[in-house]
C-alpha cells in the first residue's frame, strides 16, 4: 500500500503530493501528518498540490481538517500550488478552507511559514511552551 | 380539375422569372451594395426552377407535402444567408413575396373564368404564405445564431487581465455579471495568476452597472478561489450607488479587501508587496 511521504525540514514538514489522491490515502496522510507533527514538534506545514488535478468534497475536507488539527498542535499549514480548476472546484462544492494558508509556490509558501512563525514566536509570552510533549506522552 | 396550374408554369417560368425580377428591382429599398443583380437573378432563377419543378396539381394546396423538401432547403439556405449579410426582414419578406405576385399575375393572363382564376388564386396564396413562413422562421433563426456569437464573443473580448506591475494583475470587468461569465473571469483570472506568479489580483467592477446579491455572490466566489490558489484579491472601483445596494441587500463583505478606485487598490497592492512610489525631487543646485 503506497503512503506520502513527510519529509522533515527543520521546523518544517515538507509534503509534496504527487498522485492524485483517493479516500484511503487522503484518511492515512491525515492520520500520518498529525501524528508527525506532534512527533516532531513541527511549527508549519507545507502541503504542495501543484499536480493534483482532482479533488472532491471530502478531498477538501481532510485538507481543511488538516489545516485545523495542526492549528490544535500549534503548527501552520500552507497549501501550495493549487490549480485554477481545484480551486474553482472547491469553492463552488463551498469548502473556501478557512483553516489553512494558501500560497503560490513552494518558494511562497516557506516565507510565508517562516513569516507566521516568527509572527507567533514574538507574541508567544511562554517561549519554553512546546506542544509536542503534551501531546505524545 | 380543367387548368392544368403546372403546364402553365412550366410554359411560362421565363415569364415569371421576369416578372419577379422586375417586381424585386422596382422596390426602392433594393440593397444593390449587398447583392449583385446578376447574383439575385441566379438566385431567384433557382428558387423558380425547383418550385415549377416540384409543384403539381396535388400539391398545390399542401405545403407540407415532402414534394417541396428541395425547395424549402434552396428558401432556407437564401434566408440564412441573408441573415447573415445583414439584410432586413423587409427585404428579405419582399424577396419571397414579389415571387407570389408574379405568380398571380401570370395566372391571371392565362386563365379565363373568374371562378377558376379565384380557385387557382386562394391556392397559390396559401402556398406561398407558408413559404414565407418558413422564410422569416429561418431568417430569424440566422439572426439567433448571430447574437449568439456575438455574445461569446463579447464574454471572450471582455474579461482582459492585464499585468499592472510585477506580481500585480488587475481584470476590469465591464457589463454584467452572470454565472457564465463569472466562470470566464474567474478561470482567466486564476490562469493568470499562476502563469504571471502575482500574488495580488485587482477586480475592478466600475463598468459593472448593478449589483444584486447574485453578484456579489459570484465576486466573492472569484475571492475565495483566488485566496485558494495563495493569491490576494482586491475589489476596486465600488460606486457610491452600489455601496449602497450592498449594504441595503445585506451583503457581507467584509471579509474581502475594497477600494474604491483603482488607484488606491494599486496603493495598497504597492504596500502589501512593500513597494514604494515615490516622486522624484531635484536637488537644488
Not at chain 2, 496603493?267 to 531635484?282: D, G, H, M, N, P
Request: hydrophobic share 45%.
Amino acid at each position: 500500500m503506497d503512503r506520502i511521504p513527510i519529509l522533515k525540514m527543520g521546523q518544517f514538514l515538507l509534503v509534496t503530493i504527487q498522485v492524485d489522491l483517493y479516500d484511503r490515502l487522503a484518511l492515512d496522510l491525515e492520520a500520518d501528518l498529525v501524528r508527525m507533527v506532534s512527533k516532531t514538534g513541527a511549527k508549519g506545514i507545507l502541503i504542495d498540490i501543484s499536480a493534483v488535478s482532482i479533488v472532491d468534497s471530502f478531498m477538501g475536507r481532510i485538507i481543511g481538517n488538516i489545516g485545523v488539527m495542526s492549528k490544535l498542535l500549534d503548527a501552520e499549514t500552507v497549501v501550495v500550488g493549487m490549480q485554477p480548476a481545484v480551486a474553482i472546484t472547491l469553492v463552488e462544492l463551498g469548502l473556501p478552507l478557512k483553516g489553512v494558508y494558501t500560497a503560490l509556490n513552494v518558494e511562497k509558501g516557506m516565507d510565508l511559514l517562516k513569516l507566521k512563525i516568527q509572527v507567533t514566536d514574538e507574541d508567544e509570552t511562554d517561549p519554553e511552551y512546546d506542544h509536542s510533549d503534551d501531546i505524545s506522552e | 380539375m380543367a387548368i392544368d396550374i403546372t403546364k402553365i408554369f412550366k410554359k411560362k417560368q421565363t415569364e415569371i422569372l421576369e416578372r419577379w425580377m422586375q417586381n424585386q428591382l422596382a422596390d426602392a429599398g433594393l440593397r444593390e451594395d449587398l447583392m449583385s443583380n446578376e447574383d439575385l437573378r441566379a438566385e431567384s432563377e433557382e428558387l423558380i426552377t425547383a418550385l415549377v419543378k416540384s409543384l403539381n396539381d396535388k400539391n398545390l394546396s399542401d405545403a407540407d407535402s415532402g414534394d417541396f423538401d428541395h425547395v424549402i432547403e434552396i428558401l432556407s439556405g437564401i434566408s440564412i444567408s441573408r441573415a447573415r449579410q445583414g439584410y432586413s426582414p423587409r427585404e428579405t419578406g419582399l424577396f419571397i413575396m414579389s415571387l407570389k405576385q408574379a405568380l398571380i399575375e401570370v395566372v391571371q393572363d392565362e386563365i379565363e373564368g373568374p371562378k377558376e382564376l379565384v380557385e387557382v388564386t386562394l391556392k397559390l396564396n396559401r402556398l406561398m404564405d407558408s413559404f414565407s413562413i418558413i422564410t422569416f422562421e429561418t431568417f430569424i433563426k440566422g439572426r439567433e445564431e448571430v447574437i449568439l456569437r456575438q455574445t461569446d464573443e463579447i464574454s471572450e473580448i471582455s474579461t482582459p487581465v492585464i499585468r499592472v506591475w510585477d506580481g500585480i494583475i488587475a481584470l476590469p470587468i465591464i457589463g454584467t455579471l452572470d454565472s457564465a461569465r463569472t466562470q470566464v473571469v474567474m478561470e482567466s483570472l486564476l490562469t493568470e495568476i499562476v502563469e504571471s506568479e502575482s500574488s495580488v489580483a485587482i477586480l475592478d467592477i466600475s463598468g459593472v452597472p448593478t449589483v444584486d446579491s447574485l453578484v456579489a455572490q459570484h465576486l466573492l466566489k472569484t475571492v475565495s478561489a483566488t485566496r485558494l490558489m495563495g493569491a490576494e484579491c482586491i475589489i476596486s472601483g465600488i460606486r457610491p450607488e452600489i455601496a449602497q445596494t450592498i449594504v441595503h441587500l445585506g451583503i457581507d463583505l467584509s471579509g474581502i479587501v475594497t477600494k474604491a478606485t483603482l488607484a488606491s487598490a494599486l496603493q495598497y497592492a504597492f504596500r502589501t508587496l512593500r513597494l514604494v512610489v515615490k516622486k522624484e525631487v531635484k536637488a537644488i543646485s
